[in-house]
């Protein structure tokens, strides 16, 4: 069996090769960094190291490695030939892989080839479908009669490092793939092992995505109003890693409520979360954790998402609204969202800019609270 796979940064080399390894997938890579590329091929695979296991190092062969850019042929052509496709590019660059991946699927089509499925593996909702819609976009009208696009949650603590002269993974030893199960070509089948099929995966992602992400993300715009530079400075702060949890129990109310999650299995996977973030040794920044602020403002993301739906159901809002406040405030010149985030506070206002990027209109109880809090976090 062969999987091609579109994305060689850290999830998709250590979390979804990995997985495709254990499967009996040969791998082919497609990514833009042509010198990863050629480290992979000169050692005919790469190396990730468990953390929790001393970092015990696993290998992972691979069969080829192509770049999206100067190798579209050959992309093409593996296109026509996988068994699988999966993706691990960041959800803000699926519109850029589109061209090509509906050329090998058009191809693939035109050899007699059967559909297939494409896999999507990004930290974002309806990943699945965010694919499918800039392959519509491109004016492909019969895009479901060319593949699948089952929607999916991913989750695994992956930081890249190097290590040996080489670029590797280290990788947390705990993870979940949650694969939507009746959007898959054959619902019966089970094609990455290791992977949860579900017939309800929204409770899944939105799980995965407020409370893990969510959690995340508001440690990080908090952190960084605080000066810290670092994940591991900012769970070394108790007072804060206090305020951490409670944001993650607000939406942890409200999946119970939603969802009827037991309270005691979530406080249980808002500690696991919790311990994740805290590993010895994991060295993982404030600007990775907090880059492309725009996308994690957006409606129904992992910050205004959970803060909306609480505020509809008449929860507790108080830390929701503070981690947006501070998403506000974020400002990195080397992240092109951060500074197109910056730039619309400058020219309108923190007021305006709160409705254009998350959706929440003005003169209501949540935008007052966060316009609030934005202030507050100034003096």
Known sequence: MQALHFGA?????GFIGDLLNESGYDLIFVDTNIH??????????????????????????????????????????????????????????????????????????QAGKPRINVIVCENALFNGQILRHELLKLGEKEVDALAAFPDTAVDRMVLSTERNGKNVIDVGVDFELVIDRQALIN????????????????????????????????????????GYETMSQIFADSLLVDEIKESMRETARLLHVKYAFPMDGLEKYIQFAINRFCTPGVVDTVQRVCRSPVRKLAPGDRL??????????????????????????????????????????????????????????????LHDEIVFNYAAMML
Request: glycine share 8%; with cysteine.
């Open 187 to 226: 619902p019966d089948s089970k094609p990455i092992f290791g992977a949860t099929y579900t017939d309800n995966l929204q409770k899944y992602l939105e799980r995965k995505l407020y409370i893990i992400n969510g959690g995340h993300a508001w440690a990080g715009f908090v952190g960084h109003l605080k």
């Open 36 to 109: 990863l590329n050629e480290q992979m091929q000169r050692q005919g695979g790469y190396e990730i190291y468990t953390i929790e296991k001393g970092y015990q190092q696993k290998f992972i062969p691979i069969k080829q490695a192509f770049s999206p850019v100067t190798q579209q042929q050959e992309v093409v052509r593996q296109c026509i030939t996988a068994d699988l496709i999966t993706t691990a590019v960041w959800a803000d660059n699926l519109g850029k892989i589109a061209p090509l991946l509906l050329a090998g699927l058009r191809a693939r089509q």
């Open 304 to 365: 205004t998402g959970p803060c909306e739906q609480c505020e509809a159901a008449g929860l507790p809002t108080d830390y929701s609204v503070k981690g947006i406040a501070a998403a506000f405030h974020y400002h990195d010149p080397a992240d092109e969202q951060s500074v197109e985030l910056q730039n619309y506070i400058s020219k309108y206002s923190v007021s305006q800019a709160i409705t254009h990027f998350t959706g929440i209109k003005l003169n209501t109880r």
């Open 9 to 13: 940064g850290s999830i998709g080399r």
